[in-house]
């Protein structure tokens, strides 16, 4: 059974950081491309950041604040999120696209 379990999420103040976890089971991230979604308040779930054969890709919102990676023998993807804005609050999830399987997402509030 595929599984992806988030962690990492939590109340930071305008300009904080976090770095988001997601831990698979059932599912090499090596061999997979592995996505982060954010959905925040009343929008779509939309992609943030992705990462395939080490090639790493952002939305234009995130490019040069996120940065996603992947630690092969932990099988984990990490979003190391900088600079946070107040739009960053959402709730973010880990996704792999070539197994269509969610994690259960976790709650970022960015807050003045």
């Known amino acids: 059974q595929v599984q992806l379990v988030e962690s990492g999420g939590g109340l930071v103040q305008i300009g904080g950081s976090l770095r988001l976890s997601c831990v698979a089971s059932g599912i090499i991230v090596s061999r997979n491309t592995m996505d982060w979604y954010r959905q925040a308040p009343g929008k779509q779930r939309e992609l943030v950041a992705s990462?395939?054969?080490?090639?790493?890709s952002y939305a234009g919102s995130v490019k040069g604040r996120f940065t996603i990676s992947r630690d092969n023998a932990k099988n984990t993807v990490y979003l190391q999120m900088n600079s946070l804005k107040p739009e960053g609050t959402g709730v973010y999830y880990c996704y792999g696209p070539d197994i269509f399987v969610w994690g259960q997402g976790t709650q970022v509030t960015v807050s003045s």
């Open positions: 990462i395939s054969s080490g090639r790493t």
